[in-house]
């Protein structure tokens, strides 16, 4: 947030962005799948701890924003036969205007308030998926055929589906929403945001108009979370109501958390260390959601910084 | 059947529904009135209950109104002495953050689905009722045992409100509710209430399950729809009030039953969350509530 | 001359209770004024009612020849109403580097360079002698710091009229001395409403003095007339002379 060292920090995260790229080349061919879907994920999850982390508004609601991107991006494929460009800027814009009805609606509450009514908010959205089946497949689902998510250049196509476009596709929204993140939360908007945190009532009466800046924090915040599920519909070619459920609102509050709020990669660490335990335990139990809460509730008591929070409190104070 | 007997039926099914969600409800919201605790955990301590009543009343053989009875009793404490170690272990060390302990009891809701799912099964098992006596009206028959529901549940409600208004103990916990600042410097244990109090919340939950679980299901997702519906009913009643949570249990319960047999429920729902999220975000202080402190 | 800020028929009721009631106000461009009263008077409703913290049950307020009264606080504060608050509201997890640039950013009209900010930031603690504090967290410096931070916080708002909340209250008396300096300081440049219980404070710093009692204005005048005046000895003494 100070002015200090600002060098470091861009080296830092280009250098999370270069070794992502190297490992496309060193892993083994079954985790380019499973990395390109972190780091879409952690796409999700750095949406997330955009609201979370950096204005303090705990939203239980934020699969809507990530369903918005998914169904938006999916159907406009499956039901209008669209193709991909168009996709995916259809799925972030279908959740750029949800957040910002949301946004003017919810913000009107505070607190635990705001998190019951960002949950009803998603309830209603994860419904209206099930009741309109014929439209979207309900809670069955529909797959994206894999012609349409070619895209076409003329001369060159770039195919999705193939694991190393799709490996590379996944690394470029990665990169682009972390350098945007860390941007963001360097400038003077990422200032405002951390005063709204940190004493609400005191960033008003230093004349900043808290509500705007708070819209303006969940639009953002839900559109980054769009993207990344325009994104998984186009990559991975399966839209399906559990992704809008209230498990998925869940499961960014517990990367962000476990990675570490307010950390510009902590995020990512967090997707990645959460699937690598479910990947380790899932050994020994069917029941993966056992894991999620009782590292939960493990966070919340014992590390509520959460990795890269302590490491900055401890350690590295320059961390973004 | 004519129209008018159709309502008396919906309305009736109604009256069962909003009886088990006044209880369940009434559970939520003095958590949150007393603890300022929202436990998302509640629908979890309901399932316990009905799990732990097909547990129960299949271990003890005879009469099944005798396992009936034993579950009654002892689901309860079971879960009431579950949430109190939960209570312990996890809230009083968060301080109470109403934050954090959001988080905490989705962590809590987990855990115990979970662990249902792993112990009990995914199956579906039937509690027999304690007795099966149809009441015959003049249009169709009804079963006794559902009026007696609604029965139990208002004897329970008005004992609860006694409690609450009456005796010390709920004297006590209106202090702390108010300002447990100064209960605490008026020499009220406010952890001891704390822990009291959570466990008596789930203890309603378990309570409302044994006595639904004869005529629904005992299941590990069966925790969801409860929560929900007692979310509604608490916000729409006001955070924290009885009156209030026990008028808006019975108003949902009636519309519930009388809506979901004219329109999908899906879309019942959707409506009716939609309609909830609304009151909270332009009448925070619920439809019957005052405007708080 | 115009009034920097008046108010008209100015009323709160909390309840039952009438915490201002119906006041009529007059600050001139350029003054020292400060509110006194005994607890409960009504001066800190009063000035959240200036500030635009807490909204009027009636009454209006005019600044600068603009009546204001429906305008909600951050748009009274870009137009130069700057409010410290009476209870150190100081972003303690912030440097107080931070803490002075989030006013010092909104001030600026360019929008883009880092240096201005910096510039404006040590500037601010610089007047207030906190610069060699800067990357210090807000709530590790100690209470008399605060106090001071909160004051640039207040300084960095470039304001017309500055609130002061009881800006004194728990400082050591070598602190007071350079309080009463910084903030005569700020008068050249700005007008000063200042609510203080410590008396010597308001002797040495007031132009005028207005007393509240009972959420009303019972005096105001010099600080001479003040200390002569009757009414306002029985209120704070609670005994005739």
């Excluded at chain 2, 009431?80 to 959001?102: C, H, K, Q, S």
Aim: hydrophobic share 55%; charged share 10%.
């Amino acid at each position: 947030m100070s002015e200090a060292s600002p060098a470091k920090a861009y080296a830092l995260h280009l250098g999370i962005i270069a070794l992502l790229f190297v490992l496309s080349f060193v892993l083994p061919e079954y985790y380019h799948g499973l990395l390109a879907r972190i780091m879409v994920l952690a796409v999700f999850a750095m949406g997330y701890n955009m609201l979370f982390g950096y204005v303090g508004l705990l939203s239980l609601g934020h699969a809507m924003f990530f369903g918005a991107g998914l169904y938006g991006a999916g159907l406009a494929i499956i039901q209008l036969g669209w193709g991909v460009p168009a996709a995916f800027i259809a799925g972030i814009a279908c959740g750029a205007v949800l957040s910002l009805i949301i946004g003017l609606l919810a913000l009107r509450t505070t607190g635990v308030a705001f998190m019951i009514v960002t949950m009803m908010f998603a309830q209603v959205f994860y419904l209206l998926i099930l009741y309109f089946a014929n439209w979207t497949g309900g809670d069955q689902g529909q797959v994206v055929p894999q012609p349409a998510r070619v895209l076409d250049f003329g001369a060159t196509a770039l195919d999705l589906t193939n694991p190393t476009v799709r490996y590379m596709t996944a690394l470029a929204l990665f990169s682009f929403v972390l350098l945007v993140t860390l941007a963001i939360v360097r400038s003077r908007y990422g200032r405002v945001l951390v005063g709204i945190r940190e004493n609400e009532e005191r960033t008003k009466m230093l004349g900043y108009d808290t509500f705007s800046n708070k819209l303006m924090a969940v639009v953002v915040s839900g559109t980054i979370c769009a993207a990344s599920g325009a994104a998984y519909a186009l990559l991975f070619g399966y839209v399906g109501s559990s992704f809008a459920s209230v498990q998925y609102s869940i499961l960014p509050l517990l990367w962000v958390l476990l990675g570490g709020a307010a950390t510009t990669i902590g995020p990512l660490i967090g997707t990645v260390f959460m699937y690598y335990v479910i990947d380790v335990t899932s050994g020994y139990t069917s029941a993966y959601l056992l894991i999620v809460g009782i590292a939960l509730i493990l966070l919340v008591l014992f590390f509520p910084k959460g990795i890269l929070g302590t490491i900055r409190q401890r350690w590295l104070g320059w961390l973004p | 059947m004519h129209f008018g007997p159709h309502l008396l039926l919906a309305a009736l099914e109604g009256l069962v529904t909003s009886a088990v969600l006044a209880l369940t409800a009434l559970g939520l919201s003095l958590v949150f009135g007393v603890m300022r605790v929202v436990n998302v955990a509640h629908g979890e301590f309901f399932m316990l209950g009905a799990v732990l009543a097909w547990a129960i009343s299949t271990a003890i053989s005879g009469h099944p109104a005798l396992g009936f009875l034993a579950a009654l009793v002892i689901a309860p404490l079971i879960v009431g002495a579950i949430a109190l170690v939960a209570e312990r272990l996890v809230l009083r060390r968060l301080n109470y953050n109403p934050e954090a302990t959001i988080v905490a009891t989705i962590g809590m809701l987990y855990i115990i689905q979970q662990l249902a799912l792993s112990f009990y099964g995914p199956e579906a098992r039937p509690v027999e009722p304690p007795f099966s006596y149809r009441i015959l009206l003049p249009w169709f028959g009804y079963s006794g045992y559902k009026l007696s529901i609604i029965a139990a549940s208002a004897l329970l409600l008005t004992a609860t409100w006694l409690v609450l208004t009456r005796t010390k103990v709920g004297l006590i916990m209106r202090a702390t509710q108010y300002d447990s600042e100064t209960a605490q410097a008026f020499g009220i244990a406010v952890g001891r209430v704390y822990g009291g109090v959570f466990a008596l919340g789930a203890m309603l939950a378990a309570i409302a399950a044994v006595l639904i679980v004869p005529i629904s299901q005992a299941h590990y997702l069966m925790g969801q729809d409860p929560l929900l519906l007692s979310f509604i009913v608490v916000i729409i009643g006001g955070l924290g009030s009885l009156r209030g949570t026990v008028v808006a249990a019975v108003l949902i319960g009636l519309s519930d039953g009388i809506i979901s047999m004219f329109f999908s429920p899906t879309l019942a729902k959707i409506i009716a969350t939609l309609l909830v999220a609304m009151v909270l975000v332009f009448r925070p202080q619920g439809l019957f509530g005052t405007a708080s402190r | 001359m115009t009034p920097l800020l008046t108010t008209k028929d100015l009323s709160r009721n909390f309840g039952g209770l009438r915490a201002v009631d119906t006041v009529d106000f007059t600050l001139m461009p350029g003054e020292i004024r400060a509110v006194i009263g005994p607890n409960g008077a009504g001066k800190t409703t009063f000035v959240s009612l200036v500030s635009g913290r807490i909204q009027p049950s009636s009454g209006a307020i005019v600044f600068d020849g603009a009546d204001i009264t429906s305008q909600p606080a951050y748009i009274r504060v870009r137009q130069g109403i700057a409010y410290t608050f009476q209870i150190t509201s100081v972003f303690a997890n912030l440097s107080a580097y931070d803490n002075v640039a989030l006013p010092v950013q909104r001030t600026l009209s360019d929008g883009r360079s880092k240096g201005a900010v910096r510039a404006g930031v040590m500037s601010a603690l610089e007047r207030t002698g906190l610069a060699d504090r800067a990357n210090m967290p807000a709530g590790q410096l100690s209470y008399g710091h605060q106090r001071l931070l909160e004051v640039a916080m207040g300084l960095a708002l470039k304001p017309r009229l500055l609130i002061l909340d009881e800006p004194t209250q728990g400082l050591a008396d070598s602190e007071i001395d350079n309080f009463i300096a910084l903030v005569r300081d700020i008068a050249k440049g700005a007008t000063v409403l200042l609510i203080e219980h410590n008396m010597p404070v308001v002797m040495q710093l007031a132009d005028r003095i207005t007393v509240f009692n009972a959420g009303k204005i019972l005096a105001e005048g010099t600080p001479e007339a003040i200390r002569e005046n009757a009414a306002v000895q029985e209120a704070y003494l609670g005994t005739a002379p």
